[in-house]
């Protein structure tokens, strides 16, 4: 699988690094994690209808703190800790799984394992599994041509677009995957109960929530690139050389995460309908534009004799995920399930204006890269958070000041 995935390791094999052979390794470990992941997923999908949420989202802590002590109590002291940090994602996958068999089991909904691939409603399942799947999953595709095509880049590559898309990831993973948790149960059981119109509400309820949050969140990232990435990452093994690199990446990322969030909402209106074969069109091209985009950007960067080819990459990661989130939402327009009336775009402008009182606010306070190097870990922990805080509270504010109040998305029937 490495050489398929990460053709580029294979031609080092006799280098002193040796990438193919500890990529290997840690894949043996990091491998199983699939089926964990899976069945937690499964095992969420199960709570989230019986609307339990919390344990579902509170479960990727798990991984996180598992990550965390491995990588600062353990990983230290061995003489490999790739390996430790494998063996880190083998257990956090069963301790995520083990973490939610209770709760299953206090709603009676503890699956006993047995095959049935001739029952009609895992036939059913199946056949809009597939291409669910398929079409949910075109930004991971994405990411992982990337990682194919870094690969063949300089040593380091793979590592800045890893560490970019980690910090991508964490709003994605907060926000837009606890968005689409709550939408898509909510829209199947408007569809199943034939009301159209709260389903409209709802779909219209998280579009403008995954609007507000991650507009500004994404030129948040833009801006402060270089200070998360060296309050979070700089140090040890990382260096300055590395910090600029990823740098360059997350801010190609960052405008993605709109594009991603609306994703995470708008698919779900057609996988309660059990239309699985839209998004899977669309998810399609969103692929075919990012592999297009990835190899004409990066071959071109090359050839200008750019120093950071991989930013290509990125960036066309974000291409991908735009078109796809506007194929989308042009579709539902077709189908008068999403209405660009005049207070949706009184909202946007609204939106608009808060983000650019913010980005004045952080243009003007946030430091060059040099004094947030200089600067002591704890230094940079709360100048960090100062800038944070105090552009949410400019954006609100000015959103406040605007006339908005969140009492305008509502859903406008009561879900029962």
């Not at 500004?216 to 060296?230: E, T």
């Not at 946007?348 to 650019?356: C, D, F, H, K, Y």
């Amino acid at each position: 699988m490495i050489i398929i995935f990460a053709p580029g390791f294979f031609d080092e094999q006799n280098e002193n690094t040796n990438r193919y052979q500890l990529s290997v390794e840690m894949l043996r470990f990091t491998f199983p994690y699939l089926m964990f992941i899976s069945l937690t997923a499964f095992a969420g999908a199960i709570l989230n209808t019986r609307k339990h949420f919390w344990a579902t989202a509170f479960n990727p802590v798990i991984l996180n703190l598992v990550l965390i002590i491995a990588a600062s109590m353990i990983a230290p002291n061995s003489n490999n800790p790739g390996r430790v940090l494998a063996i880190a994602v083998f257990l956090a996958g069963l301790i995520q799984l083990t973490f939610l068999m209770p709760f299953l089991k206090s709603f009676k909904r503890l699956p006993k394992p047995k095959w049935a691939w001739n029952d009609q409603g895992v036939k059913r399942i199946i056949k809009l599994m597939i291409p669910s799947m398929i079409g949910s999953s075109a930004s991971q595709f994405n990411l992982l041509f990337n990682t194919l095509i870094a690969s063949f880049l300089s040593a380091g590559s793979i590592s800045w677009i890893y560490y970019s898309d980690r910090l991508l990831e964490f709003p994605v993973g907060v926000f837009g995957v606890a968005l689409s948790t709550v939408v898509l149960p909510t829209l199947s059981r408007e569809r199943a109960n034939q009301d159209i119109s709260t389903f409209k509400s709802t779909l219209d309820w998280g579009i403008k929530i995954a609007l507000i949050i991650s507009v500004p969140s994404a030129v948040g990232l833009f801006i402060l690139s270089g200070p998360l990435i060296a309050t979070i990452f700089l140090g040890g093994n990382f260096t300055n050389y590395d910090l600029d690199m990823t740098q360059y990446s997350l801010m190609a990322y960052s405008f993605g995460l709109i594009g991603l969030c609306l994703v995470l909402v708008l698919s779900p209106a057609f996988y309660s309908r059990e239309d699985a074969k839209t998004p899977l069109r669309f998810g399609l091209i969103a692929m075919s534009c990012n592999a297009v985009c990835s190899l004409l950007f990066v071959l071109s960067l090359v050839w200008l004799g750019v120093n950071y080819p991989h930013i290509g990459l990125a960036l066309a990661f974000s291409i991908a995920s735009i078109i796809n989130a506007s194929l989308l939402a042009r579709e539902l327009i077709n189908q008068n399930l999403v209405l660009l009336d005049k207070s949706f775009l009184y909202l946007i402008s609204r939106v608009i204006i808060a983000t650019l009182a913010m980005s004045a606010f952080l243009l003007g306070f946030n430091q060059e890269n040099s004094i947030w190097i200089s600067s002591g870990i704890t230094e940079r922990i709360f100048s960090l958070l100062f800038l944070i805080g105090v552009s949410v509270i400019i954006y609100f504010g000015v959103l406040f000041l605007l006339g908005f109040r969140f009492k305008e998305i509502r859903i406008k029937n009561e879900i029962k």
